[in-house]
């Protein structure tokens, strides 16, 4: 197994990019390359005893695309930038999968052209794993497309069916639908058209409408909608679990001897709250629909995030997930119309 790691991408590259690949490197026992400005790269490297021994290699770039640049002009401009060229180790062979914690429009748009579309999926969609009170729910699209079709909504279902399946060992995943009501008759156009479809669907377990509730509660193993309403719900559960510890300190703080006595006797409780909510267990949702395994990291991402997200990379290879995916298409042919049209 071999991950090529945007070394440059990300609020806190290349330390933190670095020393989580280092992590993962010695957790995961697979080989990195690490692509971006060598000098920087080993400098950071160089705090890290026995690194060369761990099978990390540099692959030197020249340019890095900024978060506040053009996605798609940034790609075709800049040949040169690492998450450019770490998706070029991907399409070459010479990698097995990508991961970037930098612009998440550049990386998704690089893996598009670069990668290309598994053929029959319209659009691509990022599944972010979302911790509930039952385990885990794969919420997506959560970021790539802010506007989608039925059609492709339903692909998502598909794909994130099958990644629930094979990467989480859920069988027969319980696929919803996001809307404001349980009833079928609820919700604007796409939701009412994307039901529809999603009924005639053979190879999703299509449980009906989600509501916001079902998430947290993990009533659902899959839940779907567009990339507008996916962030919003995902920045927003992340903003939550954040308040809700800082809150939780604060009255244990302001709560006297006695709070801090009953913190005291509850803290491995609260620590395994604490490591249940935090975002960087998971570290990385795939992009799901391309010809390649691409992972899109926070740009907040710590160390520990990218450790994570590499072991991610490495479930989503072993999964085997993207021919899983070419073979539900195949038995899935209403799909197909919508998207080889485009």
């Given at each position: 197994?071999?991950?090529?790691?945007?070394?440059?991408?990300?609020?806190?590259?290349?330390?933190?990019?670095?020393?989580?690949?280092?992590?993962?490197?010695?957790?995961?026992?697979?080989?990195?390359?690490?692509?971006?400005?060598?000098?920087?790269?080993?400098?950071?490297?160089?705090?890290?005893?026995?690194?060369?021994?761990?099978?990390?290699?540099?692959?030197?770039?020249?340019?890095?695309?900024?978060?506040?640049?053009?996605?798609?002009?940034?790609?075709?401009?800049?040949?040169?930038?690492?998450?450019?060229?770490?998706?070029?180790?991907?399409?070459?062979?010479?990698?097995?999968?990508?991961?970037?914690?930098?612009?998440?429009?550049?990386?998704?748009?690089?893996?598009?052209?670069?990668?290309?579309?598994?053929?029959?999926?319209?659009?691509?969609?990022?599944?972010?794993?979302?911790?509930?009170?039952?385990?885990?729910?794969?919420?997506?699209?959560?970021?790539?497309?802010?506007?989608?079709?039925?059609?492709?909504?339903?692909?998502?279902?598909?794909?994130?069916?099958?990644?629930?399946?094979?990467?989480?060992?859920?069988k027969n995943p319980r696929v919803g639908l996001l809307?404001?009501?349980?009833?079928?008759?609820?919700?604007?156009?796409?939701?009412?058209?994307?039901?529809?479809?999603?009924?005639?669907?053979?190879?999703?377990?299509?449980?009906?409408?989600?509501?916001?509730?079902?998430?947290?509660?993990?009533?659902?193993?899959?839940?779907?909608?567009?990339?507008?309403?996916?962030?919003?719900?995902?920045?927003?559960?992340?903003?939550?679990?954040?308040?809700?510890?800082?809150?939780?300190?604060?009255?244990?703080?302001?709560?006297?001897?006695?709070?801090?006595?009953?913190?005291?006797?509850?803290?491995?409780?609260?620590?395994?709250?604490?490591?249940?909510?935090?975002?960087?267990?998971?570290?990385?949702?795939?992009?799901?629909?391309?010809?390649?395994?691409?992972?899109?990291?926070?740009?907040?991402?710590?160390?520990?995030?990218?450790?994570?997200?590499?072991?991610?990379?490495?479930?989503?290879?072993?999964?085997?997930?993207?021919?899983?995916?070419?073979?539900?298409?195949?038995?899935?042919?209403?799909?197909?119309?919508?998207?080889?049209?485009?």
């Open positions: 197994m071999k991950i090529a790691v945007d070394a440059m991408g990300g609020d806190y590259a290349p330390e933190q990019i670095v020393f989580g690949a280092v992590r993962a490197a010695k957790k995961y026992k697979c080989e990195i390359v690490l692509v971006g400005d060598e000098p920087r790269i080993r400098e950071v490297l160089s705090r890290e005893t026995g690194w060369e021994k761990l099978g990390i290699t540099i692959h030197h770039t020249t340019e890095v695309i900024g978060m506040d640049e053009h996605p798609a002009d940034a790609v075709r401009t800049k040949k040169d930038s690492s998450v450019v060229v770490a998706t070029q180790l991907v399409k070459e062979g010479k990698c097995d999968a990508v991961l970037s914690a930098g612009s998440t429009g550049a990386a998704v748009t690089a893996a598009q052209l670069i990668l290309k579309r598994i053929r029959g999926i319209g659009r691509p969609t990022i599944a972010t794993p979302m911790p509930t009170s039952k385990g885990v729910t794969l919420l997506l699209d959560s970021g790539a497309n802010v506007d989608s079709k039925p059609v492709h909504l339903v692909q998502s279902g598909l794909m994130g069916s099958i990644y629930a399946e094979y990467v989480f060992g859920i809307n404001i009501g349980e009833e079928e008759t609820k919700g604007n156009e796409q939701a009412k058209e994307t039901y529809a479809l999603l009924k005639e669907m053979h190879t999703i377990n299509f449980g009906g409408n989600a509501e916001g509730r079902d998430v947290p509660k993990g009533n659902f193993d899959v839940v779907i909608c567009d990339g507008f309403v996916g962030n919003v719900v995902l920045k927003f559960a992340e903003g939550l679990a954040k308040t809700i510890m800082k809150l939780i300190k604060e009255a244990i703080k302001d709560g006297g001897i006695l709070a801090k006595l009953g913190a005291l006797l509850l803290m491995p409780t609260l620590k395994k709250l604490g490591k249940r909510l935090d975002a960087s267990e998971y570290g990385g949702a795939p992009l799901l629909g391309v010809n390649g395994v691409c992972i899109i990291s926070h740009g907040s991402s710590n160390a520990k995030s990218i450790c994570s997200a590499i072991g991610v990379a490495n479930d989503y290879v072993n999964g085997n997930v993207m021919e899983h995916i070419q073979e539900a298409l195949s038995q899935e042919e209403v799909l197909t119309n919508d998207s080889e049209k485009k």
